[in-house]
DNA sequence: ACAAAAGTGTTCGTTATACACCCATGT
DNA sequence: ACATGGGTGTATAACGAACACTTTTGT
């Protein structure tokens, strides 16, 4: 054997309210305690286990450590230094995963599990500052072009909570005008016949996705890069 | 340990003359000496090195076999099904790589190593069918966002030549003006003043790529993915 | 002069964006 | 009735595809 040892980690999104009840695009990490890093946070994640495909893992690691599903889990990349984690050799499959908001409601918390909001969360332990900036950084990227925001919703959902996804993550105001008809164009969506009732004003539509239709282009690789 | 085996492997691309003189995209493979799929064609790879990162070992593993010392450098994917090998699990951490024509010429190939038009090669050993279709996928997409056609060339070419990257790897013709167009409002070449001359037409301006300019948006990985 | 490729200009259709405006519901 | 967000219409700009046209070389 190499003397390399493989890990599986995962970088968790989901919207949470904050003390304001402000919805948040948050991750949750885990205290680490043992050494190196010891106290310091870190991303869920453990040795690869030789029975199970890599996402199996990180689906499993991230049950374990949350209580959740993910709706969406994707790979991230492999991170491999050699210096990276003052142990000795470690190789990292990274994925991350989107999970819902009601499912998120449920997650576990703890004195060694807590949530922080993603772009505000504390110095993490080996370079895993690095790889939540990346997965930032893709999901960000990846909603412009890729049908992933319903992952954050339940199965049913008015095109103002779907705009207000794409608005808490990418940081900035849509309109909604506009956002309605690219939504519309790219036929992801697909009304249920239903209206949202209890609101102070007109009644929205409900939507749902449209799960015959691929959620992204993945190429060759297609449902394997994705669960 | 684990008991899960890491290796590494690199799809490596080259625009390469066939037969007829045409240049065709090609891509290196290695014949399987031992089980399992002995004879069958497979990528260069092999077992990580515990010293190494990744990157340095995809570059190492392309220059044994091929002689070759790529261009463009960039992680694909970690393949890691359970049942992707016979002998046992193994996770590959794969690469995909560019050299230059010129480079490519000089390739050292022989019973073991020969190179394939990369839409028509043999049926490969274990899952790499699956991860040279995926990588002609990155290579393809790629191509359209990111500047990263110039590792096929020299230091110096002109916009036709660039142009004609283009059309073998999409294998699609590209308009001539929209084309220099597109190239020149990206500000990825600079013309360095010089003409080529010798042509039996009127010569073509000599561009280099701007180098001060990061070849591809990779987020905050930056040259980490790429080298 | 002519062929061939380099290089420029212009038109047209699609798409993103900004914003004015009407619609339907609860209070 | 009116406030509020749902939903539609429309003008403008940006961009890419298509293609006519001019320029410059070798033969």
């Known amino acids: 054997m190499s003397g390399i040892e493989l890990a599986v980690s995962t970088v968790i999104f989901a919207l949470r309210p904050d003390a ?5 695009l948050s991750l949750p990490l885990v205290r680490r305690i043992r050494e190196p890093f010891e106290g310091r946070w870190a991303l869920p994640g453990g040795a690869a286990d030789a029975g199970e495909s890599l996402a199996d893992t990180a689906a499993r690691k991230l049950a374990e450590t949350t209580g ?3 709706s969406y889990l994707e790979q991230l990349y492999a991170f491999g230094e050699p210096d990276r984690s003052p142990t000795g050799r470690v190789v990292s499959v990274v994925y991350w995963a989107l999970v819902h908001g009601d499912e998120a409601d449920r997650a576990l918390e ?5 949530w922080f909001p993603a772009d505000a969360h504390p110095a993490l332990a080996f370079d895993h500052d690095l790889i939540v900036g990346y997965a930032l950084w893709r999901l960000r990227t990846k909603l412009g ?9 339940g199965p049913t959902f008015t095109l103002a909570e779907l705009r207000q996804v794409h608005e808490l993550v990418l940081q900035k105001p849509l309109d909604p005008a506009n956002f309605r008809r690219q939504i519309e164009a790219s036929g992801a969506v697909v009304p249920t016949g239903e209206r949202q ?5 007109r009644p929205p539509k409900l939507y749902r996705y449209d799960t015959t239709i691929e959620p992204v ?6 449902a394997a890069g994705i669960r």
């Open 20 to 24: 304001e009840g402000r919805l948040v």
């Open 68 to 70: 959740l599903a993910p």
């Open 110 to 114: 703890g004195e060694n599990v807590a």
């Open 145 to 153: 072009y890729a049908r992933i925001a319903h992952a954050f919703l």
């Open 197 to 201: 009732t209890g609101g102070r004003h």
């Open 217 to 222: 282009d993945t190429g060759p690789l297609g």
